[in-house]
Nanobody
Framework: QVQLVESGGGLVQAGGSLRLSCAAS????????MGWFRQAPGKEREFVAT????????YYADSGEGRFTISRDSAKNTVYLQMNSLKPEDTAVYYC????????????WGQGTQVTVSS
């Protein structure tokens, strides 16, 4: 079983920055890719960004392109989401998720961390 623990959320003013972290632990951790998702009140959960664990290839939703950067530290089994130029519409609970292999979906999820951007 894989456990994912997010941290780094909080309250920030519009235009500010936050860096979210997601630490993975559990059985010998191996991942194909990890991703960040978010869910705003009254809305469905949506994709934010993903990174392949081996090659570090990244992909972003349009909403975060140019403002968000996903990265990983393989030695620490940790994935990060650097968020700059935050907007009130970025307010949501942010979740990290693990995709164990190419044939899997995102099977493991963290508990989420709240990000609130004030105007």
């Amino acid at each position: 079983q894989v456990q994912l623990v997010e941290s780094g959320g909080g309250l920030v003013q519009a235009g500010g920055s936050l860096r979210l972290s997601c630490a993975a632990s559990g059985r010998t951790f191996r991942s194909y890719a990890m991703g960040w998702f978010r869910q705003a009140p009254g809305k469905e959960r949506e994709f934010v960004a993903t990174i392949s664990w081996s090659g570090g290839n990244t992909y972003y939703a349009d909403s975060g392109e140019g403002r968000f950067t996903i990265s990983r530290d393989s030695a620490k089994n940790t994935v990060y989401l650097q968020m700059n130029s935050l907007k009130p519409e970025d307010t949501a609970v942010y979740y990290c998720a693990d995709r164990p292999d190419r044939e899997s979906a995102y099977d493991y999820w963290g508990q989420g961390t709240q990000v609130t951007v004030s105007s």
